[in-house]
């Protein structure tokens, strides 16, 4: 009787608890472990150590590991970058991909991306046993080879990213018959030959990316309306795409943002881009674009980003472009523009605050209507033109300005005081124009100072005579790059020098300084390059430079120094040239100095 009683209550246990049990005593399916252990073998480092917790049989149950339909594997979630409640981090993986990873054909999700290390190539078959696969990510890795052309069976993928990594040869064609898929990104690889026309096949594509390759030919759609009706993003740049930009792109009615720049397309643009009106970025920079801006440009309301620059259009610039209400930044640089004047209507387009106009011929003053432009300017590059008169005084009014370049133009009379007001200015560029007195207004002496924002001053190949003495005496002391060289300075180097703890570049030759070599300089440790020659120092050069550690280059030359040149690295690895022209100066790397018992002899 009693063994009947436990017959009984053993049956029903093993019923209630059945699922429990199997679930921490059964192995996962037998070709998934198997191409598990498969891939683990091919790993040689882990420093994220999650493979080393795959211990035992039951795959379903490791990191990163997901099961579902009878412990068959349907996802591998093994990212290089981590992310916990406290901390992003990253980890590596340092190994080969195995061919193994195709056993697991239950397989909806593989993500192996970012591992860094991760070589080998993508397994040709990978198309025919893991044809249940949605999204693939192999991108950031080290991965060689070609895409195999049986990716084109995975019908039910939706995410492909491949990117970041060294593979070459040709888009395989199959492509196109990936009717499921949304998102493609085979950027940063080495891909080379045509763009596949049968991605005009993929008709839930939204972002598509194969920027920075070696494709070449043209740009094969869209050929007709209703073609990749969702493409919302698209990237071709960096690459040797030829032709022109097709007649027919202003049939991808979704594209929001493309960028085709660093091409070789040419000819002019269509007038068909005024139908793409979701678009918010466009960017055709570094082609040969030539013609004029279609007036149909100023239908593009949701433009925000305008990116034309370095390519042979011409003027004038439709005055249609003003509608372009909510255009934050346009860039039309280094185009034969050949405006006579900077146009009337650039101040109507109220959201602007960003403006470069360098290299586009502009002649004649800077304009004053420009002041009328909203006080959120925050970039105006104006170089490279044939601008005269005097810098407006109402620059000082363009509060939020983070860069002002208006170099290489033939604006003369001094730097305005208002330029003081300029609080978070970090670039300012008036090199190789003719102006003249003192540099002190650069340096935010009078009205106030920069507040520590500037970071980069170039005020060389000018007429600049005085305020030497005033460097470093502001608030400058973010100042990375200062080019004082090839003007009339006069005067000797102040000692609030060291108050430019973070400058890399010092270039302030090719003037009349004179006096000894500051003894300060030696402080300026993050110093990469100082250049001093042409000028009239006098004296030794202090022991100190030999603090310079990080200086890769040193220019002396042509001044009045004398004595041995300190003995030690950085200054005994510089060549003579960096030396030479000063007669009194002797030692490595120049002529051994004379002793007294040499002299005698």
């Not at 009106?277 to 309301?301: D, R």
Request: glycine share 10%.
């Amino acid at each position: 009787m009693c063994y009947y009683l436990l017959h009984i209550v053993t049956l029903v246990t093993v019923i209630a608890f059945g699922g429990e049990i199997r679930k921490t005593t059964e192995a996962c399916n037998s070709d998934d472990l198997e191409g598990l252990i498969g891939f683990k073998n091919g790993i040689q480092t882990d420093t994220s150590g999650r493979l080393a917790k795959w211990i035992g049989q039951n795959c379903c149950e490791w990191e990163g590991i997901v099961c579902e339909n009878a412990y068959r594997v349907t996802q591998i979630n093994l990212p290089g970058l981590i992310s916990t409640d406290k901390d992003l981090f990253q980890t590596q993986m340092i190994g080969q991909l195995s061919p193994s990873i195709t056993l697991l054909t239950s397989l909806e999700i593989l993500d192996l991306g970012g591992l860094v290390g991760l070589s080998g190539t993508i397994p040709q078959t990978l198309g025919l046993q893991l044809t249940k696969l949605q999204k693939l990510y192999l991108y950031g890795n080290n991965l060689t080879g070609s895409i195999p052309e049986s990716i084109g069976e995975l019908q039910n993928l939706q995410e492909l990213a491949l990117h970041e990594n060294k593979l070459y040869g040709p888009i395989p064609s199959t492509i196109g018959q990936m009717q499921a898929l949304e998102k493609l990104d085979l950027s940063s690889n080495l891909l080379s030959g045509s763009i596949p026309s049968s991605l005009t096949n993929l008709t839930a594509i939204s972002v598509l990316y194969m920027n920075t390759n070696y494709l070449e030919g043209t740009i094969p759609f869209p050929s007709r309306y209703g073609e990749m009706p969702s493409l919302a993003f698209l990237r071709l740049h960096d690459n040797y795409l030829s032709g022109t930009v097709p007649l027919n792109f202003g049939y991808l009615v979704s594209l929001q943002r493309v960028s085709l720049s660093n091409n070789k397309l040419e000819g002019p643009l269509p007038s068909s881009l005024s139908n793409l009106l979701s678009l918010s970025e466009l960017y055709l920079s570094f082609n040969f674009l030539s013609g004029q801006i279609p007036k149909s440009t100023g239908q593009l309301s949701q433009l925000i980003m305008l990116n034309i620059s370095n390519n042979l259009i011409e003027g004038p610039l439709p005055q249609e472009m003003s509608f372009l209400q909510n255009l934050q930044t346009l860039d039309l640089s280094f185009n034969p523009l050949n405006l006579t004047a900077i146009p009337e209507w650039l101040p109507n387009l109220s959201s602007l605050s960003m403006i470069y106009f360098a290299g586009c011929g502009i002649q004649g003053r800077i304009p004053d209507f420009l002041k009328r432009i909203d006080g959120s300017i925050q970039e105006l590059d104006l170089s490279g033109n044939l601008l005269s008169g005097s810098i407006p005084s109402w620059i000082g009014s363009f509060t939020q300005l983070y860069l002002l370049n208006l170099s290489s133009n033939s604006l003369e009379s001094f730097i305005p005081d208002s330029i003081s007001n300029l609080h978070d200015l970090g670039v300012l560029d008036l090199h190789s124009n003719r102006l003249t007195g003192s540099i002190t207004a650069a340096f935010g002496i009078g009205q106030g100072n920069f507040g520590g924002s500037l970071t980069y001053i170039d005020l060389s190949d000018n007429n600049f005579s005085s305020g030497v003495e005033e460097i470093g005496v502001g608030g400058q002391f973010n100042i990375q790059l200062l080019n004082l060289s090839h003007n009339l300075l006069k005067g000797t180097l102040p000692s609030s020098l060291v108050r430019l703890s973070s400058i890399h570049t010092l270039d302030l030759s090719y003037n009349d300084l004179a006096s000894n070599l500051p003894e300060v300089l030696a402080n300026l440790s993050s110093l990469e390059k100082l250049k001093l020659q042409k000028n009239h120092f006098i004296g030794n050069i202090p022991n100190g430079f030999l603090n310079l550690r990080n200086l890769k280059e040193l220019n002396l030359s042509y001044n009045f120094l004398e004595g041995e040149i300190p003995d030690g690295k950085p200054l005994i690895d510089f060549p003579g040239s960096s030396y030479s022209g000063n007669k009194g100066l002797c030692g490595k790397p120049l002529s051994p100095c004379k002793t007294m018992n040499s002299i005698k002899l």
